[in-house]
């Protein structure tokens, strides 16, 4: 090992020194590797922070007090038939009812829908959507469940 050290020490002179630290400062030699680990470990502590952030943010919300926070929240303990929630914003969007409202009210679910069946552009992706929808609508609003029973969440059974 110090026969090396002694050999290259040896061979190197203060000019060859000098050209090196000259050229790696000038940008004649591409040497981007110190830069590019510095940036990208930045970019990590950002994106961790952002995260965090984000989460935090989530979980010190408190109840909902915009109509697309109340639908999403109603929406989250309901088990979807694949497709019908996209159909049920579709319908929402098109009908210019709030989606909060299709989900509470089986009227306005009725209403919602059939006036949203009935428009004439893309009408076989329509008519598909239809039977989605009944299909969500009885499970939504499905009439023999007791009412001590949540709609939104079967599972959880309230005392009164």
């Given at each position: 090992?110090?026969?090396?050290?002694?050999?290259?020490?040896?061979?190197?002179?203060?000019?060859?020194?000098?050209?090196?630290?000259?050229?790696?400062?000038?940008?004649?030699t591409?040497?981007?590797?110190?830069?590019?680990?510095?940036?990208?470990?930045?970019?990590?502590?950002?994106?961790?922070?952002?995260?965090?952030?984000?989460?935090?943010?989530?979980?010190?919300?408190?109840?909902?007090?915009?109509?697309?926070?109340?639908?999403?929240?109603?929406?989250?303990?309901?088990?979807?038939?694949?497709?019908?929630?996209?159909?049920?914003?579709?319908?929402?969007?098109?009908?210019?009812?709030p989606?909060?409202?299709?989900?509470?009210?089986?009227?306005?679910?009725?209403?919602?829908?059939?006036?949203?069946?009935?428009?004439?552009?893309?009408?076989?992706?329509?008519?598909?959507?239809?039977?989605?929808?009944?299909?969500?609508?009885?499970?939504?609003?499905d009439d023999?469940?007791?009412?001590?029973?949540?709609?939104?969440?079967?599972?959880?059974?309230?005392?009164?």
């Amino acid at each position: 090992m110090n026969l090396w050290l002694y050999q290259l020490a040896s061979t190197l002179t203060f000019r060859d020194v000098q050209k090196s630290v000259h050229s790696r400062f000038s940008g004649a030699t591409p040497d981007t590797f110190p830069r590019n680990a510095l940036l990208a470990t930045i970019a990590a502590v950002a994106l961790l922070v952002l995260i965090l952030h984000l989460r935090q943010r989530q979980k010190a919300n408190g109840p909902p007090n915009n109509i697309h926070k109340l639908a999403r929240e109603l929406s989250r303990g309901i088990p979807f038939p694949p497709g019908s929630r996209i159909l049920l914003y579709w319908v929402s969007r098109s009908t210019h009812i709030p989606i909060a409202a299709l989900l509470i009210s089986s009227e306005t679910f009725d209403a919602g829908v059939e006036s949203w069946s009935n428009q004439p552009t893309f009408t076989i992706a329509r008519e598909w959507g239809r039977h989605r929808l009944r299909k969500l609508k009885n499970i939504l609003f499905d009439d023999h469940l007791p009412p001590a029973i949540d709609r939104a969440n079967p599972n959880n059974v309230s005392s009164t």
